[in-house]
């Protein structure tokens, strides 16, 4: 047979010669790994409240925590490069002829005159379903639970420093099951008010009269110190990476020389939470500016 006279479509346009991902060829993926805390509490570099802040400390620099989150907020660490973009779907080249020679359906011109169904609706009843609503209680629905006492609601030291209330600091529910907090019954209040109550507690329901913020000047931070105790210089240690740390100014492990002295308290401030607790001549609290 003769060929045909037209051809029956177009050729395939030629496939892009370049990809859709971002023209930074020399980014990579960096790793967003959390802190050992973090994975502890259950937190995420990309949903926790306080990642942003952290970015900037010299622990989360020289760890790279959540470097990927960081980069996406605009605080990339030094010497990384992180992709910013998410891929994009490729999209399908469109079909040049149609999918169906079939016309669609017109609706029928007339409404049907046959109604749906030929049952009545039913006689309403004749006499009412149920008795009126009785009147609303004249005293609150308070527990009945005599025996409950309004606990106290006081915060940490480092709290009342930085003018933090019970009430309202975001982390706070957080805290409620750590040790340290257990120990020294910190908020106890809003704990037990957040289904968090402490052992041996039993608070009684009702709005918390919050914590007046503290206005004095112990919310001011200070410039602290980052030096080395002697051993740890002698033996190539920094402040900033030593692993051992944890255990002279951790909370839960704490020299008493160590603090007395004041070695690494920037360090011991930035690296553990809760932060730990130096004190000046006076017996004050030091609150340490972060870094």
Known sequence: PSPSVRPTQAPTPSPSQSPTKSSNNDCTQCSNEPTPWMIGANKTCATWPLTEDRCNTTYWKNKQFCAQTCAEKGLAY??????????RPTTAVP????TSKAPTLKPSPQPSMVP???VPTPSPSVRPTQAPTPSPSQSPTKSSNNDCTQCSNEPTPWMIGANKTCATWPLTEDRCNTTYWKNKQFCA????????????????DGDET???DNDSNSGSCIVCSDTPSSWMTKNGHTCATWKGLKSKCGPNGQTPSFIQNKFCQQSCYDRFDPPIAYVDGDGNEEICCET
């Not at 209040?189 to 009684?204: D, R």
Request: proline share 11%; net charge negative; charged share 15%.
């Open 210 to 212: 919050p914590t007046p």
């Open 95 to 98: 079909s040049k002829s149609p």
């Open 78 to 87: 030094e010497g990384t490069n992180c992709c910013l973009d998410a891929p």
């Open 116 to 118: 749906t169904t030929n």
């Open 189 to 204: 209040q809003t704990c037990a008010e957040k289904g968090l109550a402490y052992e041996g507690t039993n608070c009684c």
